[in-house]
């Protein structure tokens, strides 16, 4: 893989000047805080271009990305497009020799992880996915709260994410572009869970309800799950679940629950809660979580580049996130658990 003699030497970009959050600008700040060059900027959308060219004077600006590959010394691309689309677009990009980070979700199925995966190596360039929030302070104080023996060891972890609401008619919702409702927060959240769950996955079962909000989106029988659940068995007898649903009336508070043998601690993106106990008597600790620290993914993609240093955020470490989904979808229409390809 090629070096960079410094981190401005790296000339980056984004695909998909993102209205929504307005993501393009986010991805473009947070690499050039890193020390690398804006560069380009690709959109269907021309108002989107006017306002990359008004955010980045100078930048250099493209309506297609055949164009920005042809023309453009780009040398890595962000690509924040929807999620169908991830696949095709890196793909184009890494085969034309050039870095790539895929905004979340890495991409929809085990296969187009694989195929990016391949082409990045052939081509000898990075790939790897915008997984910012794997420096949350949420996370970050869980594994070490965690990593300390605050609740001894691990018995189970409940992901969860859950409200009574119609998803909408944003392509979000829409399963054949999104990839289903586990493919939105329910991968920061599996993220989460596998910084503190370490060990071989052995089986993978899926569950999913669908049908009571598909006609009132446009979407209709396209839409979204339901309700979306699966859950993760590991080699070390522990287990893993995730849920993920717009049909539940009374949610239970937390994103993350670890249950240890000591104790549990809950957390979601405000504070966490620990419950242990002394003797018979129960003991609560509750505390505010440290700050975010998303700004070092970009930091850690720039000196793997330049200094050679260890990519946190490796493109196996996002396909695991995808494989999970990948396959809690298809145990869910075949009605049995699956065996995971990659452990």
Not at 231 to 248: A, E, H, M, P, Y
Not at 279 to 293: F, I, Q, S
Not at 296 to 318: M, Q, S
């Amino acid at each position: 893989m090629k070096r960079y003699k410094r981190a401005r030497d790296i000339r980056v970009g984004v695909v998909g000047y993102s209205g929504a959050f307005n993501m393009g600008r986010k991805h473009l700040q947070e690499m050039k805080s890193a020390g690398m060059t804006p560069a380009a900027v690709c959109e269907v959308v021309p108002e989107r271009l006017a306002a990359a060219k008004g955010d980045f004077p100078g930048i250099e600006t493209y309506d297609s990305m055949a164009a920005m590959l042809r023309k453009s010394e780009v040398d890595m691309l962000a690509i924040i497009t929807p999620h169908n689309t991830h696949a095709k677009l890196a793909l184009q990009a890494l085969k034309a020799g050039r870095h790539v980070v895929l905004e979340k979700p890495m991409a929809i199925t085990t296969d187009e992880c694989d195929r990016m995966l391949a082409a990045a190596r052939k081509k000898r360039v990075l790939v790897t996915t915008y997984h910012n929030r794997h420096w949350d302070g949420n996370i970050l104080n869980a594994v070490r709260k965690v990593r300390s023996g605050a609740i001894g060891d691990i018995v189970r972890i409940e992901g969860r994410s859950a409200r009574y609401a119609n998803p909408g008619d944003w392509w979000r919702a829409s399963r054949s572009i999104s990839g289903g409702t586990l493919y939105d927060w329910g991968v920061h959240i599996l993220e989460y869970s596998l910084q503190l769950m370490d060990a071989p996955m052995t089986e993978i079962s899926g569950f999913a309800k669908s049908g009571f909000w598909a006609s009132k989106t446009k979407w209709k029988a396209d839409t979204n799950e339901d309700e979306a659940f699966f859950t993760v068995r590991f080699k070390t007898g522990q287990w893993l679940t995730l849920r993920i649903s717009n049909v539940d009336s009374d949610p239970k508070p937390g994103v993350v629950e670890v249950t240890g043998t000591r104790g549990t601690l809950t957390f979601d993106h405000r504070g966490w809660e620990l419950v242990t106990h002394d003797g018979d008597e129960e003991v609560r600790t509750k505390g505010a979580n440290p700050g975010n620290e998303g700004w070092r993914f970009y930091k850690n993609v720039a000196d793997h580049l330049v200094k050679g240093k260890r990519l946190v955020i490796t493109p196996e470490w996002g396909r695991r996130m995808i494989h999970v989904l990948d396959l809690a979808g298809k145990s869910a229409k075949q009605g049995r658990a699956l065996k995971p390809k990659y452990k």
